[in-house]
Nanobody
């Protein structure tokens, strides 16, 4: 396993969670990284991405202003802080490392994927 996502769980509407994605066996400090989410039966959806040095970030409209992506290359870890969660945020969240230094909203631009962590928001 090269990417390990963690931090998911069950939270009430309006609550917060912080996801982590830790790289092992190799460093991704030169790669963009991203978060995607997927609900069973639906396509994987872009959530946020961050450039190799954290200088450029981008968010899906549905999470803009509520989620914050960040990374600590010294720790080989990326984060997703999620605030003001609502039931529509319920999904399995996947972290990924990109093929280039700057991120993309398209999942085929990511070469490495974590196993996913479940986020469930109750109403």
């Amino acid at each position: 396993v090269q990417l390990q996502a963690s931090g998911g769980g069950l939270v009430q509407t309006g609550g917060s969670l912080k996801l982590s994605c830790t790289a092992s066996r190799r460093t991704f400090s030169n790669n963009a990284m991203g978060w995607f989410r997927q609900v069973l039966g639906k396509e994987r959806e872009f959530v946020a991405h961050i450039s190799w040095n954290g200088g450029v970030t981008s968010y899906a409209d549905s999470v803009k202003g509520r989620f914050t992506i960040s990374r600590d290359n010294a720790k080989n870890t990326m984060y997703l802080r999620m605030n003001s969660l609502n039931p529509e945020d319920t999904a399995v969240y996947y972290c990924a490392a990109g093929r280039t230094s700057y991120g993309s909203r398209y999942y085929n631009q990511y070469a490495y994927w974590g196993q996913g962590t479940q986020v469930t928001v109750s109403s």
